[in-house]
C-alpha cells in the first residue's frame, strides 16, 4: 500500500522518481502527520510489513528519542522517517552487525548530507547527526521482539533538520540544534535528499551484512568526532566519568581513557561504554 499524499517538496512521487534502491523505500507510507513514524514501523511490523517498507511523516505529533525523550518534529521543513531491516534478509553472523546498525545508519547519514551539502558532517557516538558541534539529525533504533527471536525486525528511525530556520527551534533546544539549510544557507529538496540516503543505507546495511563490521567501524571512526575529545559519560545510573574517548570497539562501543584523577569511578583503565549519553568536553585534538 502506498499513500500518496502530497506536501510541498516532499510527495512519493518525487522520491520514486529519484530513487535508485534494489528494495529500500519500494513501499513508502506517506503520512501528512503522525505521532512517530517508529510507533507506526512498529506496529506495521506486527501486521507483515516487508523489509525496507519506509514509513514518512512530514510532521510528528510525538517524534520520539531515545529514553523517552522528545524529539521536535514541526511539519513543512524536516525529514522523519522509519525504515524496516529484517536482520533475516541477511547472511553471515549477525552478532556484532546487529549492534552496528544505528552507527551504520549514522555513517550512511552522514555520507549523505555531506555530499549534498559539502558541509563538514560529523558523528557524535552513539546517535547523534552533528554540523559545527550542533545537531542536524539523530537516530533512534526499536526492534519488535526480542533478539532471540527469530521473527524480531528492526525499525530505524532518522530524524533530520532540513530546512528548518534556527529560530523556528523551540528555545530550549536552539543553542544546541541546527538544520542543513541554516548551515549551509540554502534550502534542499527533501524528497531527493531521502532518495539518496535510502541508496546509501542500502549499501552500508548490505556491506555490514554480508561482510561483517570492518568497513563501518573505519567509516565511523573516521565520521566521529567523540574520537580524540575529552568527555564525560554516564556509565550507570548517575555515575558519570570524564576522559578521553580513545576508540570505538568491535561491537560498536565507545573505549574511554579516564582521567586519571577521576575520583569517581576510582578506574584508569580504559573503560568500554555500550549505551549511555556522551558529552563533549573542551580540547577537541585527536590523541
Ligand atoms: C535522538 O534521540 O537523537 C533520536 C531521534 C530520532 C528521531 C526520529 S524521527 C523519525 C523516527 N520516529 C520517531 O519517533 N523518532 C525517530 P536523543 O539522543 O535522545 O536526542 C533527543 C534530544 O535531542 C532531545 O532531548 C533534545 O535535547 C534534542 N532534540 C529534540 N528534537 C531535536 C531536533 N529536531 N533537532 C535537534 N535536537 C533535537
Known amino acids: 500500500m502506498t499513500h500518496s499524499l502530497m506536501s510541498s517538496d516532499l510527495s512519493v512521487q518525487a522520491i520514486r522518481r529519484a530513487l535508485t534502491t534494489e528494495r529500500l523505500g519500494h513501499t513508502i507510507h506517506f503520512l501528512e502527520h503522525t505521532s512517530s513514524t517508529n510507533a507506526e514501523a512498529l506496529a506495521l511490523a506486527q501486521e507483515g510489513a516487508a523489509d525496507g517498507t519506509v514509513v514518512l511523516a512530514d510532521h510528528q505529533t510525538a517524534g520520539r528519542g531515545r529514553l523517552g525523550r522528545i524529539w521536535h518534529s514541526p511539519p513543512g521543513n524536516n525529514l522523519y522517517c522509519s525504515i524496516l531491516l529484517s536482520p533475516r534478509s541477511s547472511a553471515g553472523p549477525q552478532d556484532n552487525a546487529l549492534t552496528w546498525i544505528p552507527l551504520s545508519t549514522g555513517v550512511a547519514v552522514a555520507r549523505t548530507l555531506r555530499r549534498a551539502s559539502g558541509l563538514a558532517v560529523t558523528l557524535k557516538w552513539p546517535n547523534d547527526i552533528l554540523v559545527n558541534e550542533k545537531k542536524i539529525g539523530g537516530v533512534l533504533c526499536e526492534r519488535t521482539g526480542s533478539l532471540q527471536n527469530s521473527d524480531s525486525l528492526i525499525v530505524v528511525g532518522i530524524g533530520l533538520n532540513v530546512n528548518l530556520p534556527s529560530e523556528a527551534f523551540p528555545e530550549e533546544i536552539r543553542p544546541a540544534a541546527t538544520s542543513l539549510a541554516a548551515e549551509a544557507g540554502r534550502t534542499f529538496d527533501r524528497s531527493a535528499l531521502l532518495a539518496a540516503l535510502l541508496l546509501e543505507l542500502e549499501r552500508c546495511w548490505l556491506q555490514l551484512f554480508s561482510a561483517g563490521p570492518g568497513e563501518a567501524t573505519a567509516a565511523y571512526t573516521e565520521f566521529c568526532s567523540t574520537i580524540g575529545h575529552r568527555v564525560r559519560v554516564t556509565v550507570a545510573g548517575d555515575t558519570t ?27 584508569t583503565t580504559p573503560l568500554t561504554v555500550r549505551a549511555g549519553d556522551v558529552i563533549h568536553l573542551r580540547n577537541t585534538s585527536r590523541p
Open 241 to 267: 566519568v570524564e576522559g578521553r574517548a580513545m576508540q570505538i570497539g568491535p561491537d560498536g562501543s565507545l573505549v574511554i581513557m579516564p582521567d586519571a584523577s577521576d575520583t569517581t569511578s576510582g578506574a
